[in-house]
């Protein structure tokens, strides 16, 4: 197997990823300690937090749509890896 010279590995970490997740479903939290005003009124969370159970998933919904908008596509064999083909060369992309 010969690989190109032009090969490159590289990885990166996606700061704050669960907070950039839009819920669909009403959730609801109480005021973060500090920040209680005495009223008895809870939050209603717009974004996740991290924390939550479906950050995670919401996060990667969120993904999944912007990558396929640069003509990714995830292979049906593994939702999670994405690949882009330009003639020769591709790029994998994997979560």
């Known amino acids: 197997m010969v690989l190109s010279k032009n090969l490159k590995v590289q990885q990166l970490d996606v700061k704050g990823a669960y907070l950039n997740g839009k819920l669909t479903q009403a959730i609801y939290m109480a005021q973060p300690i500090g920040?209680?005003?005495?009223?008895?009124?809870?939050?209603?969370?717009?974004?996740?937090?991290?924390?939550?159970?479906?950050?995670?998933?919401?996060?990667?919904?969120?993904?999944?749509?912007?990558?396929?908008?640069?003509?990714?596509?995830a292979l049906i064999s593994d939702p999670c890896t994405y690949i882009l083909r330009q003639g020769k060369d591709f790029i994998i992309i994997t979560i």
């Open 35 to 73: 920040f209680e005003d005495d009223s008895g009124q809870v939050c209603l969370l717009i974004k996740s937090i991290y924390g939550l159970k479906q950050a995670g998933r919401v996060w990667n919904i969120e993904f999944d749509l912007m990558i396929q908008k640069y003509s990714y596509q």
